[in-house]
């Protein structure tokens, strides 16, 4: 069995988030960067199948050469193969021209499996996982918070509103695309970091891919223009000076609420 | 000019509140364009609800009546929406951004190979052409997103804006829609988790930790006690349970407890969407977190930037002191 496990590596979740000067997305230089949260359980997801059951795990991410840092995380973390995808050309591409990258890797892969996290920490988009089982035709399923296999099926619990949980049967190969909290992530151990080193990284452009001007800016059809912070309401009135005074102020405010 | 289409829900036998609003905005940008709206409303026994929608703001309903689209699956309600698309010649596609719209939109803008945007807020036409707005960074920052291509799949956030108003006299049109045999993927059931541990959502007073209390033993040491103080109970943000420090019965937001207390206070929650959804609606908000900009600041009625480990004990002990 093959697994193939597709990963984004996003600024970390407490890193300053600058907007550059033209307002075109955020100011990445100097800013440290961590594998997407959701996709951490994704990984999980994966290794818990490798451990059960000896299947290759292979995973997959797109970037420049920061994105190394998070495939050799994976490596470490128990994933036996890494591709990374690194090429100008992918410069601009939207969700949907991500997804085509992806799909190529996977029509040659061939997996059994997918398993994607269910959204990233900086797009929020959550589009590429369904985009992708659509382009390669195999069945998917998102914001998993349980997943389990029985012979060729996967039966998949997703969240829905109200703490309700949806339950669909999916015909493998599938993709399931995962909610954080469904698993607790393992860290690298030294020795898997170690180990981690010798593991095969592929290097691949667009071209390799046979994609070559079907991504990138020239074919997005969505553009993000302009990030900006969200207007200010009126906000929250903000006590400050001493933590004495804040704390007599919450007091009082308790007081005036009736609730002391 | 061209059509839109608006993908209606059906939740518990009625036409969900977020398709009405989807066509709020169908209907504003069909008057500001020149589009005709066009709506599909599938499942099993729709027919009075086919004809509301049609009145409602949804124009010309395509009305898929079949067995197989009574609970939501992916591979039904694909075939469905490419159906109705594929009849109405669509150039805009609308959706909710609720468990099904997210789960099966994406697929269907893959498939037409369209320009595709999520959980927008605000949909608008300029110059003739769509922008949409929506949160990037789990809320902390506002995008503005242009598209281009002949056509286009977006999901509006449920909320975004207000149920159309007005009336519309569209008429109801049969669609068959094919089920070939095979599925690979089938709907199975839904599961009502089982509530165990507080019901927060009859707290009177809530105090919710998040991640910046850092650690699960930080929540029995400074969290509870003000809680306790306070003779209210104790809550959490997701990245709390996702981490294991808390069981899921803490979560308060979308995917946990919705609450309404008379107090709230949140420390060390930034305040991504999913937690503001499930406590913005609460009495009186205080919160007390380390960045300046975080969103919570914008739901709360009284904000400190500060250091909770210290500013919250510093509270604990002087409401112990306050009741004597």
New interface residues.
């Given amino acids: 069995m093959k697994i193939l496990v597709c990963l984004k590596q996003v ?1 970390h ?1 407490d890193a300053r ?1 600058d ?1 550059r000067s033209d307002g075109s997305w ?1 100011q990445e230089d100097n800013i440290k960067f961590e594998i997407n949260s959701y996709d951490t359980y994704a990984l999980e997801e994966a290794l818990r199948v490798k451990d059960a059951t000896q299947a290759e795990v292979v995973v997959a991410s797109i970037g420049p050469d920061r994105v190394t840092q998070a495939l050799r995380t994976a490596l470490g973390m128990g994933a036996d193969r890494a591709i990374h995808v690194k090429d100008p050309a992918v410069e601009g591409s ?3 021209g991500i ?1 085509k990258i992806l799909a190529a890797i996977a029509k040659a892969e061939n997996p059994d499996l997918i398993f994607t996290g269910f959204m990233s ?15 390669v035709g ?6 998993a918070v349980q997943v389990e296999r029985k012979n060729g099926t996967l ?1 998949v ?5 109200g ?9 493998a190969p ?1 993709l399931v695309a995962v ?3 469904i698993n ?1 992530v393992r860290y690298a151990s030294l020795k898997g970091i170690m180990a981690a080193k010798k593991k095969p990284l592929d290097v691949k452009t667009v071209a390799d891919l046979g994609l070559a001007g079907q991504v990138g800016a020239g074919a997005a ?13 009126s ?6 000076g001493s ?2 005074q ?6 009082g ?3 005036e ?1 009736g ?2 | 000019m061209g059509t839109i289409l608006i993908v209606a829900e059906i939740q518990g036998g009625k036409i969900r509140e977020a398709s009405f609003e989807l066509a709020s905005i169908a209907q504003k940008l069909a008057a500001a364009g020149g589009h005709q709206v066009r709506s599909l409303v599938s499942g099993k026994g729709i027919a009075a609800l086919a004809e509301e929608f049609a009145k409602k703001g949804g124009g010309d309903v395509y009305a898929a009546e079949h067995e197989s689209l009574g609970s939501y699956c992916v591979a039904t309600a694909s075939r469905a929406i490419r159906a109705a698309v594929d009849a109405s010649g669509a150039e805009l596609v609308l959706l909710s951004n609720t468990p099904s719209g997210w789960d099966v939109a994406p697929r269907i803008a893959a498939a037409l190979d369209a320009a595709f945007v999520s959980d927008c807020f605000k949909v608008e036409l300029e110059g003739g052409k769509l922008v949409c707005h929506r949160r990037v960074f789990n809320g902390k920052l506002d995008a503005r997103v242009s598209t281009n291509g002949p056509r286009t799949v977006v999901t509006v956030q449920p909320g975004a804006t207000s149920p159309f108003a007005g009336s519309t006299s569209g008429k109801v049109t049969p669609l068959a829609v094919e089920f070939p045999a095979g599925a690979r993927a089938r709907f199975v059931g839904i599961k009502i988790a089982e509530s165990k541990g507080v019901d927060l959502s009859k707290a009177d007073i809530i105090v919710s930790g998040g991640r910046g209390v850092g650690a699960p033993e930080k929540f029995r040491e400074v969290i509870q006690p003000l809680a306790d103080a306070l003779g209210g109970a104790m809550g959490a943000s997701r990245p709390v349970v996702d981490a294991g420090w808390l069981p899921h019965h803490y979560q308060v937001g979308s995917s946990g407890q919705v609450v309404q207390p008379k107090l709230y206070i949140a420390a060390g929650i930034s305040g991504a969407i999913q937690h503001l959804v499930g406590m913005k609606t609460s009495n009186y908000i205080i919160a007390i977190n380390k960045d300046p900009d975080a969103p919570i600041f914008e739901v709360a009625n009284l904000g400190v930037v500060g250091d909770l480990f210290e500013i919250v004990p510093a509270l604990t002990k002087a409401l112990l002191a306050a009741k004597g």
């Fill in positions: 600024p979740q988030l907007v955020i939207d969700p949907l997804a920490d900086d797009g929020n988009f959550a589009c590429v996982p369904p985009m992708l089982a659509e382009l195999i069945p998917s399923a998102t914001a039966s619990s997703r969240e829905i509103e703490g309700a949980q949806e339950v669909v049967e999916l015909t599938c909610q954080t909290g607790q059809k969505i553009k993000v223009e302009k990030i900006a912070p969200p207007p200010k309401g906000g929250a009135e903000m006590l400050t933590t004495d804040i704390v007599s102020g919450i007091v405010k308790i007081k609420l609730l002391l």
